[in-house]
């Protein structure tokens, strides 16, 4: 990683808005900075009758969808001055549009789109995404949103199964269709800032010897397809909140979960790490051996306040990671939920 300042920042939310799972009942520990989705909604979703001198607010009529699929939308704050910018849009444009609707997401407030790496379950809500989004911010008189991309784009993806048959991933979307939708395109290869308070990862390096990559994931371009497990675009957001440490957010971690912290931890060294967001991409017959070896080292090494696996992870690895770092350490991603981690005195 370069030499690359991280602002220190006095609070910063994260709000999934699309991920696999749904999940408003279950409790948080103590010690979790997470907010529910049904939080969330009590506070801004008026009382529809009232009983016994106490309000009544309807919220299971407009509980999030989840889908196969990430997107969070991150705000930080040093100062007075919030500024936003959006981690992926998910798959689908329609589960995007409603769920951020549900959320009360002020699509002009969002400066930046960011995607993690060229996979659809990331960047198939492009471009429809990206025109609300510009629609929402000419009608507030703020410029058009940047569009941060990795320059080597694929056509398409996936995965080739143990029959030989693969498992394909829709076709990415292109410069253009992302430009006519009213982005403005910027692409990065190396670390940069991001929004002027975040700053993105280039290049993930691979550290640990058995974070090898995607088993049987493929690369096509035109007609020409070839065996690419490392995925070599895949970047990760960092932010760092004063007293609390440095945030990792990581969408499918093909580059392994601990070499994206460690890779955090070179950015911002000497500050613990705080909570680790995204998918850890330890699911299927042939990622699940490594499960141990992650947990080990996230528990040893990398040492995060907050694990927050979601996404791609997997039920086998959360019920480890689970069984390490809970209670008081555990906070799953799930779609609606907030995490608010503001500076410690």
């Known amino acids: 990683m370069p030499d690359l300042e991280v602002p220190l920042l006095d ?20 010690g979790v900075a997470q907010l529910p989705e049904v939080v969330s909604l009590l506070e801004r979703v008026p009382p529809s009758r009232h009983h016994d001198g106490h309000p009544g607010v309807c919220v299971f009529d407009q509980l999030c969808v989840a889908c196969h699929g990430l997107s ?65 911010r000419a009608a507030a008189g703020r410029p058009p949103p940047v569009v941060d991309l990795h320059p080597d784009r694929p056509d398409q993806r996936g995965v080739q199964l143990a029959n030989g048959t693969f498992a394909l991933l829709p076709p990415e979307p292109t410069f253009a269709e992302i430009e006519r939708a009213g982005g403005r395109i910027e692409r990065h290869a190396e670390a940069h800032r991001v929004a002027e308070l975040f700053v993105g990862s280039g290049l993930i390096e691979r550290t640990t010897s058995y974070e090898t990559g995607l088993v049987g994931h493929h690369t096509f371009v035109g007609d020409r397809g070839e065996s690419d497990p490392l995925i070599l675009d895949e970047r990760f957001i960092a932010a760092h909140v004063r007293g609390r440490g440095v945030t990792v957010l990581s969408a499918c971690s093909h580059a392994g979960i601990v070499n994206a912290c460690l890779g955090a931890m070179a950015l911002v060294p000497d500050v613990p790490v705080d909570t680790v967001l995204g998918g850890y991409h330890l699911a299927g017959a042939a990622m699940e051996p490594r499960i141990g070896a992650t947990v080990e080292d996230l528990s040893a090494l990398v040492r995060p306040r907050i694990v927050a696996p979601g996404h791609c992870t997997g039920w086998r690895a959360k019920a480890a990671l689970a069984n390490a770092f809970a209670p008081g350490r555990y906070g799953p991603s799930v779609v609606g939920s907030r995490y608010v981690l503001r500076a410690d005195a």
Not at 85 to 114: M, Q
């Open 11 to 30: 609070e910063l939310v994260l709000t999934v808005v699309v991920d696999n799972e749904t999940d408003t009942l279950s409790s948080v520990d103590v």
């Open 72 to 136: 969070v939308l991150v705000t930080g704050r040093a100062g007075a001055e919030p500024r936003s910018l959006l981690f992926d849009v998910g798959p689908y444009a329609d589960v995007w549009l409603d769920n951020a609707t549900r959320l009360g997401v002020d699509l002009a407030s969002i400066e930046v789109l960011f995607l993690s790496h060229w996979h659809a379950d990331h960047s198939g809500g492009f471009p429809a995404v990206v025109e609300a989004i510009a629609a929402a």
